[in-house]
């Protein structure tokens, strides 16, 4: 074998590395991102919203009683998202049905309890905190589900309630 034969094999291997990358690159959106979209921690949700449990009557109690306990009190709830919960699911109750929240593609939709959470964390934080990227961080979900949740949907399910409770008051009020 000739040493222009074991260029013409380096210079082959290479054009099809190369033929192989490019190919791999055009069926990709995006060249230097993961596969998958990063997915969001349910826990992140379901930890804010767990009930308080009742006291055990045992005054010990073990690892796996005290783990059950509300991720946030009454209070941090009310710091976190600006309402009690009680408040919290009377506005969930009052806007779950509403067809913004209906899948139109395969995807289906966070449940509304989610998209209300960062909502009002968006609406209820000031300067930086109510940043895309602090809201994605603080609930693990992607840029587009920050901005559908709190610019979107919620905005426009609550605003569709405005003519029954927003309205200028009487003389008599």
Not at 1 to 27: F, R, Y
Not at 77 to 88: G, I
Request: hydrophobic share 30%; charged share 35%.
């Amino acid at each position: 074998m000739s040493e222009d034969d074991d260029d013409n094999e380096i210079e082959d291997a290479l054009d099809l590395l190369v033929a192989n990358t490019l190919n791999k690159a055009s069926s990709q959106r995006y060249l230097f991102r993961k596969s998958r979209y990063r997915k969001g921690r349910k826990e992140r949700f379901t930890d804010d919203l767990e009930e308080e449990e009742e006291e055990a009557d045992d005054a010990q109690k073990c690892d796996e009683e005290a783990s059950r306990l509300p991720w946030l009190t009454d209070d941090e709830f009310l710091s976190k998202y600006r309402m009690s919960r009680d408040s919290f699911y009377r506005v969930h109750d009052l806007i779950k049905d509403h067809p913004v929240f209906l899948s139109k593609g395969k995807k289906k939709q966070a449940p509304v309890l989610h998209q209300l959470m960062v909502f009002l964390k968006y609406i209820g934080t000031e300067g930086n905190g109510a940043s895309n990227s602090n809201q994605r961080q603080t609930f693990g979900i992607s840029y587009g589900s920050a901005t559908n949740y709190s610019r979107k949907r919620v905005t426009i399910a609550i605003r569709s309630f405005s003519k029954e409770y927003v309205y200028w008051p009487d003389k008599d009020e």
